[in-house]
């Protein structure tokens, strides 16, 4: 599954287009049906495309770990 299928994306406040409420409802089903579930939420003043990229590189090391990663990817950057 791509590391894709593991971001919930926050723009505004809210949550983003390319993260409808079914996709989080999916998700969320997937999360608990593991045995074991990291939430990584990235830190402040962190754009889009920073957190994406830390997704992508955390996401294996976390499967590998035997851990369903959720990643919270908010647009926080300082522009």
């Excluded at 920073?50 to 959720?70: C, I, N, Q």
């Amino acid at each position: 599954m791509p590391v894709s299928d593991h971001i919930i994306h926050v723009e505004n406040g809210r949550m983003a287009a390319d993260t409808p409420e079914g996709f989080v409802r999916e998700m969320a089903r997937r999360a608990a049906a593991s045995q074991s579930l990291v939430l990584h939420f990235h830190g402040g003043l962190v754009g889009e495309a920073s957190g994406r990229e830390t997704a992508a590189r955390l996401f294996p090391v976390y499967e590998d770990a035997g851990a369903f990663p959720a990643f919270f990817v908010w647009e926080s950057g300082l522009l």
